[in-house]
């Protein structure tokens, strides 16, 4: 059976690559200067603006979801997809992978979830902000739409909720992109961000760690193809039922459309 971690939407015994690498960074990175906090809250507090500020946002993503096994084994799950949202009240996303091939459809009024493998549909009414969709997802659903929180008007207040240790780690680049490199940490997760440098400081790739589950799985997003305002293309986020698909109720959904493949198993 597989542990899951809630929060995120060992190896074998041969001995490592570049270990002393990896030991030398454990031990440095402690001592990066809490003066750099200042410029990594500023730096994250931009790309919410930027975000917010968007009327029109489409992107592409790979994300992987770690589970860890009964006996230690950390797996990842990888799928691909897209995100087109207009503000304040229309979301579409696909995604795809060996366990998934779905889209969410919300046109202000109503939350479509569209299994493509098993040609069913959920329909529910939903509010009409992409901030409360979300919370709504998340709450009421246990889904959220691909990096939900870095879309949110506000996801400076709701990522920097719990944070007790804030680090400025300097550059990196992600998909050729030159990016600001920052970490943090709070109580049940740490998570890292890289945001692209310049006047489009978009986040280009996010990763989350789930300290309380045995293994520390992550879940991690990269996103491509980063698009705002008219050169966006036109997106429809009403749902039309063109393939004759099946509705089934909220109290399927976990079945109908698990998250997991339909091999897997889910620990207690």
């Known amino acids: 059976m597989f542990r899951i971690s809630k929060n995120i939407f060992s190896l074998g015994t041969r001995k490592l690559p570049g ?10 990175v402690p001592h990066v200067t809490t003066a750099d906090e200042d410029d990594a809250r500023r730096i994250l507090k931009s790309m919410s603006d ?8 489409s992107f592409g993503f790979d994300t992987n979801l770690e589970i860890v096994t009964e006996d230690g084994q950390r797996l990842a799950l990888a799928s691909s ?7 304040p009240g229309s979301i579409h996303t696909s995604r795809s992978g060996g366990f998934a091939d779905r889209e969410t459809f919300f046109d202000g009024k109503t939350l479509t ?8 549909y959920l329909q529910v009414d939903a509010p009409s902000s992409i901030d409360e969709l979300v919370e709504m997802m998340e709450t009421k659903l246990d889904r959220s739409p691909p990096a939900a929180h870095l879309i949110l008007s506000n996801s400076y207040d709701q990522l920097m909720q719990g944070v007790t240790n804030v680090k400025d780690l300097g550059s990196g680049v992600i998909g050729g992109v030159e990016c ?3 970490a943090f940490r709070a109580d049940e997760i740490d998570w890292q961000i890289w945001i692209a440098h310049g006047d489009k400081p978009y986040p280009c790739r996010y990763v989350v760690t789930s300290k309380k589950i045995a293994g520390a799985p992550q879940y991690s997003i990269q996103i491509t193809n980063w698009v705002t305002g008219s050169d966006v293309k036109r997106e429809e986020f009403a749902f039309e039922n063109t393939t004759n698909a099946t509705q089934i109720d909220v109290a399927d ?3 109908k459309m698990s998250e997991l493949p339909g091999h897997f198993k889910a620990g207690e």
């Open 253 to 255: 959904l976990r079945s």
């Open 180 to 182: 600001d490199f920052l």
């Open 19 to 28: 270990l002393a690498s990896i030991l030398a960074l454990s031990l440095f």
């Open 81 to 87: 997809g897209t995100v087109s949202l207009k503000r």
């Open 113 to 120: 979830f569209f299994g493509k493998t098993a040609n069913t």
């Open 50 to 57: 930027y975000v917010a500020s968007q009327d029109a946002i």
